[in-house]
């Protein structure tokens, strides 16, 4: 190899970079000219440092220095140039710069701009020195611009849309994003690619799009999985965009898979640790995140970076905000953070000033409450930020200091502006998923809101504000109807992989290998419905007078529990009017639940249970005397998430009046007003698997008009066909709830499993569903007061009402109950009449009445 070819392989390396070191080990280090083994040296110096293994790395290039010293000044200078940036990446910032400038100053040309790209992406992205990282790049592309140095005019320009992100500038930032990209596809520079989709989610997501951002994040990650390698940079704002999403376990996976993954040289380990820490915090694990965002703090300081320091150093504070020892040395902290970002106008700086404000309550003294203030002050300036995440931190500061200062109407009005700014952000995302962990970002300010609202003595405020932000992700308006054929092939997929799995495990074969196959086709369908936009439109803030119109017009009452400080409270609208009860202690509500759904399990098993004391624990524990002078009116219950599978007909007062519940008052009020595409058209489905689904021949029986699917015909593609706009679907076959993640629940039909992805590629939602399968209204709470399940999933969907059993049924008394509620259904009268029919033919017996309490009606 001549110097002409090994300047190309240095030149090029990063299209491959193992087989550049390959080569220049096999022909350029051997060589006895000095010129070609510095060349190969240095090859090799950089291939190691991005790999990791920094002090192999150094080893090489100290030799490719000590070479090149004995060829020319700008192959030193060259060498220099490299040598310093990794002395950079190893933590040892000073040392590098000095190198890096050192060379900067011995050369001109073509070489001179390559060294001031690698200084500007130091002074840019190590010390976060935007504006002498912009000027390098100036003078570096004002050279390369003139020359047909292609690949280094692509790293130039890539350089210049990060520092101009960084100076604000998202447009400018964007056409150097475009234009390096299109000089890198035309060189066929995967690597480079792969980079480029990465800036294209991370300005999307500085943009707060977030379907976006996790679109091109993953087409990133796929990238580089299929060139072996790892970025450490797309891990960091991958984990970053999935704690923006609410989704703190996902990035927790994320970050923990890359430490994982390979040796890190220190500047990746504190990035890594950074994000560690975020997500740990996130989750509510606060020995870990202190753990990492000290770690991460302590080699922020050794490198140099500030800006980084900034954000570790916040970690670390959140995670001891609740500590009670010694608020005030914690004080100073605060300080010193908040004066650190407020000098460097980092994004982080409302945060800060939030949580300075939040330790600063708990010091004694004027200066502490003077600084509280301030920072309140300053962090409500934040209110009219262009992303609404920053702009709802705005208003809740905002909030507060109306809260100190006694103005409630003030507060009631910032907390519901911060809510719209949210509102606004949740109506761009078409996950349900999304949606649902999102609104943990409106968990504070609905918090505020309510306890402002209780302040006010007015009930009818109360109930506006226990609504404001319950279900939120289900109410509002979904995007497009239907899955993309992806989606589509992908969920065929996934479905045949779970049968051939649980074909597997009945004969006793190995599952390891099929096991891996279905959760690598499980992350597959959720990456791409992550994907899916929202449509922009908000759900709709409950009007009371209209709610209270509602249930006059229907002779109903809605009793909607909040629970505030530990407290349950029940808010009773009817007639007119709406009345506050204070009920009692939120966890002897939670406790009586549990012992209910214990008891009902008890008494399908045919063993003794104490349904009766249940019932009537419960009736004290979560309604108090809210039903006193009830009358024979009908009950809708809107509970909180933590206590939506409760079995309402076992509750004495409620056992013999139609009785609903429902996630929210705004979706009572919209499946109220829905209509079924076609009144009549009733389906049955029952694959008859093992025991269960006895019932669908004998409600058959009883109504020639229905259609059925039975047996084989059974299969998913066919019932989804079925239920697909269907006035009543009934869908008997065993349910699998899965907690890890909830819309994975399933049905198992003929040829596998119906999943809840599955029902939300219907075009048309069916009007009412029955689920008699075993805990098939289990959902789980997500976010602030979200839910996600397969009732869930259909009422988000449209539908009108879902029956489903919270607990194990016996099978045979399912059919006595189910023959019961359709006997009533086709006499007239919504789900809730139904299903007191079916507790009304139960009684007398212990099996049969513990079957239809097990099962309750979500909506109409």
């Known amino acids: ?35 070609l083994a510095s060349i190969g040296h240095q090859v090799v110096g950089i291939v190691l440092r991005d790999s990791g293994r920094t002090d192999e790395a150094l080893a090489h290039l100290r030799r490719a220095l000590a070479l090149a010293r004995r060829v020319d000044g700008d192959r030193a200078a060259d060498v220099r140039a490299t040598l310093g940036g990794t002395l950079v990446y190893a933590g040892r910032t000073r040392e590098g710069l000095a190198q890096l400038d050192r060379a900067a100053a011995e050369l001109d040309g073509l070489p001179l701009a390559r060294v001031l790209v690698r200084r500007a992406r130091v002074l840019s992205f190590t010390l976060e020195d935007f504006e002498a990282g912009a000027d390098d790049l100036s003078r570096a592309l004002e050279i390369l611009d003139g020359s047909d140095d292609d690949v280094w005019r692509a790293r130039a320009l890539h350089l210049e849309g990060l520092t101009r992100t960084g100076l604000g500038d998202l447009e400018a930032a964007r056409r150097a994003f475009d234009e390096s990209m299109r000089i890198h596809a035309a060189l066929g520079e995967r690597a480079a ?64 898979r890359a430490l994982d993954a390979r040796p890190l040289i220190e500047v990746e380990q504190a990035d890594l640790r950074l994000a560690l820490a975020g997500a740990a915090v996130a989750a509510g694990d606060r020995a870990r995140a202190r753990s990492a965002a000290d770690a991460a703090c302590r080699l922020f300081r050794r490198q140099g970076r500030e800006r980084h320091w900034i954000r570790a150093e916040l970690f670390a504070i959140s995670a001891r905000a609740e500590e009670t020892a010694r608020p005030s040395r914690l004080l100073h902290r605060v300080e010193a953070l908040v004066a650190a970002a407020r000098e460097a106008a980092a994004p982080e700086l409302p945060q800060a000033l939030l949580l300075g404000a939040r330790v600063g309550t708990r010091v004694r003294g004027a200066r502490a409450g003077s600084l509280v203030d301030q920072w309140l002050e300053e962090a409500s300036s934040f209110r009219n930020a262009d992303i609404g995440t920053t702009r709802a931190l705005g208003w809740l500061a905002a909030a507060r200091r109306r809260d100190a200062a006694g103005d409630v109407g003030g507060v009631l009005r910032a907390c519901e ?206 309604l108090g005397d809210a039903l006193t002078s009830l009358g024979e009116q009908r009950v809708v219950v809107c509970a909180p998430a933590a206590l ?60 020639p008009d229905a259609e059925v699917l039975d047996g084989d015909e059974a299969t998913v593609s066919a019932a989804l066909r079925a239920l697909d706009g269907a006035a009543l679907a009934h869908v008997a076959a065993h349910g699998h709830f899965r907690e890890d993640s909830p819309l994975f629940s399933s049905l198992t039909l003929a040829d596998g499993p119906l999943l809840v992805h599955d029902l939300q590629g219907l075009e048309r939602p069916p009007h009412r ?72 033919a139960a009684a007398g017996d212990a099996v049969l009445a513990a079957t239809a309490a097990s099962f309750t009606v979500l909506g109409i």
């Not at 190899?1 to 220049?24: N, V």
């Not at 054929?485 to 065929?492: I, S």
């Not at 499980?522 to 449509?535: F, K, N």
């Open 1 to 35: 190899m001549d110097r002409g070819e090994a300047e190309e392989l240095l030149r090029t390396l990063f299209a491959d970079p193992e087989g550049a070191r390959t080569r220049a080990l096999a022909e350029l280090v051997p060589d006895p000219h000095p010129a």
């Open 193 to 256: 690619i792969a980079v480029g989709v990465h800036t294209v989610g991370w300005l999307a997501f500085l943009e707060g799009d977030l379907p976006r951002a996790l679109e091109a994040y993953a087409d990133a990650s796929d990238r580089f999985d299929a060139l072996d390698m790892t970025s450490v940079d797309l891990v960091y704002d991958r984990c970053s965009v999935y704690l923006a999403a609410g989704m703190p376990a996902d990035a927790l996976e994320v970050v923990e």
């Open 644 to 703: 939506q599978g409760v079995p309402w007909g076992l509750l004495p007062s409620l056992a013999r009046r139609p009785v609903t519940g429902t996630p929210s008052a705004r979706l009572w009020l919209r499946a109220r007003s829905s209509v079924p595409v076609d009144e009549r058209r009733v389906m049955l489905v029952g694959p008859g698997l093992g025991s269960g689904g006895a019932e669908v021949p004998a409600v058959a029986s009883q109504d």
């Open 417 to 622: 502006r911060g809510l719209q700014a949210l509102d606004a952000h949740q109506a761009t995302l078409g996950s349900l998923e999304l949606r649902a962990g999102s609104a943990g970002h409106g968990s504070d300010l609905a918090e505020l809101g309510t306890r402002a609202a209780m302040t006010s003595g007015d009930p009818r405020q109360l109930l506006r504000w226990s609504e404001r932000w319950r279900a939120t992700a289900l109410a509002t308006p979904v995007g497009t109807t239907g899955h993309d054929p992806g989606t589509r092939a992908d969920l065929v997929a996934l479905r045949a992989q779970r049968q051939r799995l649980d074909e597997a495990r009945a004969t006793g074969a190995l599952t390891d290998a099929l096991e891996a196959r279905a959760v690598r086709l499980e992350q597959q369908v959720r990456r791409r419905l992550l994907h899916e936009r929202g449509t922009g439109e908000t759900a709709q803030v409950l009007g009371v007078g209209a709610l209270l119109e509602a249930v006059t017009e229907d002779d109903t009452v809605l009793v909607e529990l909040t629970e505030l400080d530990g407290v349950l409270h029940a808010l009773v609208a009817g007639r007119g009017r709406v009345r506050h009860r204070v009920v009692g202690g939120s966890a002897a509500a939670a406790a009586a639940v549990d012992f209910a759904l214990f008891s009902l399990r008890q008494a399908a098993r045919g063993r003794r249970a104490q349904l009766e004391v249940a019932g009537a624990r419960l009736e004290r524990a979560l």
């Open 769 to 840: 569903v029955v689920l008699s399968a075993c805990e098939s209204g289990v959902m789980q709470p997500v976010g602030d007061q979200e839910l996600l399940g397969l009732a869930a999933a259909l009422l988000s969907m449209g539908t009108a009402g879902v029956v489903s059993s919270l607990a194990e049924v016996d099978d045979a008394a399912t059919v006595d109950v189910m023959v019961a509620l359709h006997a009533r259904l086709r006499g007239g009268g919504g789900l809730g009449d139904a299903m007191l029919a079916a507790r009304e």
